[in-house]
Structure formats: structure tokens, C-alpha cells
């Protein structure tokens, strides 16, 4: 076991580096680093149009989507090459936020089924930031059940006509394109009658609504479809393929390794590191003491695990499942932490506003957030169905609409 | 960035692991589990012919020297096969404490025969029916003698040799005692394959550890690494309860289905598998820590300590909820890691001991 870089990628870390230092917004190092949960805070500074500035400046420089081929606008970086990016770019990373849905699942997607000539229009634009793409998957009625959508796509001349509704869609109000799932043949079963298309945001009879969130934020979408047409020549995949294609896109869902996943353990420990309970210093206190060692414990095994998938990167490996546990293990504990951390401090613990909390309401804000963690990009329980199914090779569950025609599958409504 | 452990590692815990399959299946365990015999000696011995005892053990005391990242994997397998020998605590306590607080010639005394099997050890500590505390030890070592009772003696019944916390004036210290002739009676356990005993010793000629000024953090510092030792022993327990479970699931049918296909199994055995690999990770970190005295080293032990008694505690609990009411029988083999798991969590100081040692171990701000 050894911690250090291999020679070849301490010269390269020491290239991002200097690179870095010689280029990064570095008036935004303040404000980046003090934000909330779940927010990217550019102070005075309007956050897209510093997310788009900073993109574009990596862009030029050869810095931007650095594990794709050059041609799209990459420099064909190796994985680990792009793990020491992500950790050498640390708190600007935040910045691409904007374009992680576009760059880490719409362009695998379009490198794999559109044509040489779109690659070359789409890819190179995306990676600099100068457009900006979303994803339509999740629909009202297709969820965990994504096969279950209903958005429909009906051939007409050399277009297709879209009717129906997306949700849940990050960065709708602010994109340029997006790569959509829908039904095209309801006659056969759910998942033979999908296709997938790339369209224009601002296609005629396209309209996005912001939705107000649980936690008072909005950054996701509703998108409707009043016959939108898509030129045939935007399918990506065969027709009734829609579902292989939309499996390209969900298994490049970006591994977080390089970068830390928020548990909130910091935050608790600097809280109680302070705080005055019943019995004395709450650090000092046993059940504290207990929990927070359990949290340590998770906190520490996720990372430990990243390590270890960095290391087979490192090797020319493929990191396995074990990745799928973060996402898992994290939104649950920072929802408990948050309530305990709450709970200590007493009816002051539910102060919301970052003026007046402790620690500026990051842990009010995981509290209000942490709901949404440990549903999207896959709910806890999808996440144990396929730890169950493809890590431990335990039966898949039993469907009660398997084989039937989507349109006799039981709706409930 | 290699986090991982090398191939020569890797080929002595495939040998091991081999050897144990061959030699060291549930029967042995039972024999043992009943009664037949203390503990395995043909086990022992073959381990013995392999070097294993000696796998830290610096080459100049007749040890192997194949260092502690191969000890751990070796620790991994004598868990996973829940090997009931004295293993442990001749290996990661009894040759540690000498390795760490001997003298000179305490080491080349005893260090060759541990490494050579020929020579099983323990070490003895608490008293009362509480957890050892500093103040409730009160075994007194004089005039190179011990007096005193030691309640619990994991492999007692067996040892050949004790490391012996006891009370010297106002301090404590550890001292080497041969157990010949000392009086020793077996205590029934949670699990009865530890051969504890308790020791009564009534003047019995002892030997301080030569560089031991402490006692009690002497104890402490060999507790902390016989800790990622038997971290790896409970990862091993825990994988192979899992595996049990999972097994177990595909091929028991109710309501005309695979029980492994209920979500409510399923999700069960999911969070086994999670508490599984963030214990096995952390113990990794710990192996790392241990083979190279990083500085954050009680941090990491500790760590491993309370995620690797999660992860064991967890997978062989529920392993026995996945096969219901057979699990509850003596005739499966649920129950073995169920015992053994149990054992392991108290073996160095319960769940709540290690927990408050990871936290005073964290730095004072932000340490994740």
C-alpha cells in the first residue's frame, strides 16, 4: 500500500497545479467556500454567468471534460488524471455544477449514438460551457419506474410530434438542449416501446415551470410537451431502443470520487466541539460521543472506499459497486445528523436563518435538503435493489406487469 | 495512489485460506463448541508448519517477518473460518505486548516460540463483573511475584503464558507469567470456543515487562493494535455470515418464490453488504496505519474497531433473521458467527469503550 502519486501523476498534478494558480476566479474563493448545503454562492457575482466564464477559460486552455478524445473538445485524459483534476480544482469545482447533468450523462449518450457530424456541432460546445444541457428522464407517473413513462413521440413525415410532461428536470430554465425519453409503440411491453431524441430547448411548444421545493428552493423543473416536433435525424438509438440508450446515460451518472461527498460531519462535530448541553461540553457527553463516533465511522469508510476505487483507477481498473453505496449511506446519515444536531441545541436548533444559527445554518439546511438526497438520481430502495441484484446477485423483483403491453398495465387511476 | 494489498500479501492469505478450507471446516469449530477437545491442536499445528504465528514476527526472533498488512489478511481468514484456536491471543496480544514492552532478552525468549507455535499466550485483565478500568485492578505484582484472581482470561484454558496487568505500588504495570501450576477454571461464554478461563495466581513467579513503564498505557497501545488484528478477523466473520445469508436466500422458496427476492430480505442483506464494505475499507486504512505508525494511527484503529464490530454484529444477527426459524437451530451453522461475533465485540473493551476512543482521538476542529 503507498498513498503517494506514481511519478507520471505527480508531474501531471503538479501541471493542474500551476495551472490553477495561475488561472482560477480566485475572487470567488471566499464565497465558494463558505457556501450553504446544496447552494453555490459567487457573492456579488451572478453564479451562471461565472459558472459559463470559468468553464470557458478551462475550455481554451485544453482543462475542460479532460477525459474526452480532443476532437470533442477534451485532451483524452486518463481516469486518474481526472481524479487529480477534480481534487487539485477543489472549491471552483463547484462552479460546473451547472454543466455535471450535460457533460457527466448527455454526452456519454451523444458519444455513443449521434452522428460523427453532431458530435463535432454539440460536444465541443458543451465542454466549454457555452451550452448547457438537461436531461428529461423522470415523469409524474415514471419515477423509480422510469420504463413506466408516458411522454409519447408519434412519426410524422421526417419529424416526430412530442406530447406529455417531464419533472424533476435540474437546469431546464437555463438550457440550450436536452436528450429526452419517450414512448413511441404502447402497444408492446414498457420497455420495448421507448425512443430517445436530443432537441433544442427552445423548440416551439416547449414550457418550463419552476417547481417550489419542499425546502423553499428551486432548482428543478417541470417541462411540457405541446406538440413539439423533433427531427428524425436527433434519434439517438433505433427506434424502440429507448431503453438500452437511457442505460448508456444512467451508468455514466458521474462516480463522485476525486471529490468529497457531503455527510455533514464536519458540521456536526464543529457544533458540538462548542456547544454546552445538560451534563456539560457536549463533546464531552456520551450519547454524543457515540453517535458521532458511528458517523465518523461511515464518514471515514466512504471515503476509504473512494480511495480505494481511486487506487484501481490508478491500476487501469474498473472501480466496482462499492461506488453505488455513497449516494446511500451519506443522504441518510446527513438527515440524522442533522435532526441530532438540531436536537441538542433545543427550539434555537430550529433557527433557519444563517445570520442568527450556529455555523451558519449549513446543518438546518441539510436538514431541509437531505430529504431530496436520498430520492434522486435513485431512492434508497432502488439503491438496495440493485446492491441486492447486481452486487450480492439476489432474485430481481417480481413485476407484475412484466410482459404485458404498456397499455394494459394497471394505472391505479 | 495504491490502496491495495500486494500480490505476495495477497498469495499468503490465498495458502492460508486454502489450508483452512482443507483443514478447518464447522466440524472442527464444534468439536471445540462441545467440548471435545480445548481447542484445535491439529489446526494449530498446521498453522504452525506454515509460519503463520510468525507472520510480523521480525525475522531475528525466528518470525517470518512477512509484516502486519499480511498479518491482517491473515486475521481476515482465521475470522472467515471462525479457526478456533488461540490465535489471537498469542499473535496480536501476547507477541505484540512482548514485541512493543520486552526487553532484550524477553523478546529472544519468547517471541521464537510463539512464532514456532510451540508456545500458546494470552494476556489477562479484568477482574470484576465491570470493564477493566485502571482503578479496578487490583492483582499485585511483588517481589517478581503475582497475587490475585483474574476473572475472564480469553484462551486461559490453554495458555501456556500470560501477560498479567497487576498493580505494583500505586501504578500498574504488565508482567510475564507462566501459567504452569497456576490455578485456572473454565467460565462458560457466549462463546465457548475461547477456552476462557479464570486464573488464580498465589505468588506466582513473574517477570515485568522490561520496557514497560505504564501498565495501563502499555495495555492501551497493544489493545489499539491487536484492535485492527481483530478488525480483520470480524470483516472476515461478517463476509462469510453475509454469504451465508445470500445463499440461503436464493435457494429457500416461500409463497412459491426465492426468499431473496422479498425487498424485505433484500434491503436487509443490502445494508449487511454496506456495513460490510465501509468496515472492510476502514480497515484497510488501519492495516496501512498499523504497517507504517502513521501518526493518526489510534484514529484509524479505532475507526476500524467500531465499524468492523458494527459490520460483524450486523451480518451475523440478521444472517440468522434470513433463515428463520432454522437459524435458530443448533444444527445450523448461524449461530457460530452469532456467538463469535458477540465475543469479539467485548474481546478489547465493548462497542461504547471504542467509540469514546475514536472520538478522543479526533483532532479538536474538523476532522472529517
Redesign the interface.
Known sequence: MDFSDTKEEAVFREEVQAWIKGNAPEYLYEPLSTSGFGSTRTGDYDPLAEAKKWQKKKADAGWACIQWPSEYGGRGATPIQSVIWNQEEGVYGSLSRTFIIGQGMCAPTMMAYASEEQKQRYLPKLASGEEVWCQLFSEPHGGSDLAGLRTRAEKDGDDWVINGQKIWTSGAHYSDFGILITRTDPDVPKHKGLTMFFLDMRSEGVDIVPIKQANGDSGFNEVYFDNVRIPDVQRLGEVGEGWKVSLTTLMNERLAIGGSIATGFPEIKALVDELRVASGSAIEDSAVRSKLADWYAKSAGLQNTASRAISALSKGETPGPENSIGKLVAGGMMQDIAKFALDLQGLPGAIMDPEIASGSARLQAMLMRSPAVRIEGGTDQILRNIISERVLGLPEDMRADKGLPFNKIPTGN | ??????DDEKMVQDQIHRYLNDNCDFSRFRSVLEGNEPYSEQVWQGLAEMGVQGTAISSEYGGVEAGY?TLCLAAKEMGAHLAPVPFSTSVYLFAEALARYGSQAQKEKWLPLIASGQVKGTIAVSETLEEARADNIATSFKDDQVSGSKLVVPQGMVADVAIVLARKSDALTLAIVELEGVSRTPVEMVDPTMATSTLVFDNSAAEELGECSDGWDALADVHNRAAVLIAFEQIGGAEKA?EMA?DY??ERFAFG??I??F?AL??M???M??AL???E??C??A??AL?NDSVDFALAA??AR??AT?AFQLCSRDNIQVHGGMGFTWEFDCHLYYRRSNYLTLMLGGL?T???K??GA?P?????
Do not use: C
Not at chain 2, 364 to 368: G, Y
Open positions: 495512489m495504491n490502496f491495495d494489498f500486494s498488512l453475509l445470500v436466500a436464493k418464490r426465492p431473496g427476492s425487498q433484500k434491503h442483506m443490502a445494508d453488504y454496506v464494505k465501509l468496515a475499507s476502514n484497510y486504512y492495516a496501512w504497517q479505532a475507526t467500531v465499524s458494527q461504547a471504542w467509540e469514546d475514536l472520538i479526533l479538536a476542529a474538523d476532522a472529517a
